[in-house]
């Protein structure tokens, strides 16, 4: 995700929530974060109708998987919160518009075959169970491992997702990369080794 970023002039306005449309209160305005933020507020909403005739899509399994009061373990949205209108196979000549729900497995990668970047026992342990979150929880975990350049083995938890997401209803989150940050530093300072002399 690439972010243009300049001083923000109108904190007080085009409010959102509690949120400048621009900046998120650091008076730093983020021109993705506001994009996002006005596709959101055009948003299709589906009709019961609609959510009841919806097969899956490309995540028939695991959404058929899912119960009715299942709700995304990192935004909370239910089912029927996640189904988003959007452009299917854009970069395709047979591209149309639909309803879709993605779903992932989210996994902590420092378990993964390559090799962790903490062991226990000389095996990589993993921080969490493998756990279905819907796609833009995990595209979130990627965002913002992508943008503050963390190691490609790390991975945010559920609920470390959870601290730093603004999700939407039928539509697309808004990433707080600061708290992504933190959460981060805060990982690290928790595995490092006590020296003793």
Not at 10 to 33: E, P, Y
Not at 118 to 132: H, L, S
Not at 156 to 175: D, L, M, N, Q, R
Request: aromatic share 14%.
């Amino acid at each position: 995700m690439s972010s243009f970023d300049t001083t923000c002039s109108c904190h007080q306005d085009f409010l959102i929530s509690q949120f400048c449309i621009a900046c998120d209160g650091s008076k730093v305005r983020n021109r993705d974060r506001e994009a996002t933020i006005l596709r959101n507020r055009v948003r299709k909403l589906p009709t019961q109708i609609e959510y009841l005739e919806f097969d899956g899509g490309h995540c028939k399994q695991k959404y058929k998987s899912l119960t009715e009061d299942w709700q995304c373990p990192c935004c909370n949205r239910t089912k029927f919160q996640l189904l988003r209108w959007t452009m299917r196979f854009p970069k395709s000549p047979s591209r149309f518009e639909g309803w879709v729900v993605g779903l992932h497995t989210h996994h902590d990668h420092a378990s993964d075959a390559y090799g962790g970047m903490y062991t226990f026992q000389g095996a990589a342990a993993a921080r969490f169970a493998p756990v279905i979150i819907c796609e833009q929880c995990n595209s979130a975990d990627s965002s913002a491992k992508k943008k503050l350049r963390l190691p490609e083995n790390f991975t945010f938890t559920p609920v470390e997702i959870k601290s730093f997401i603004y999700p939407t209803a039928h539509g697309w989150h808004i990433i707080n990369y600061a708290v992504a940050q933190d959460v981060y530093r805060k990982f690290v300072a928790s595995k490092a080794v006590p020296k003793f002399f």
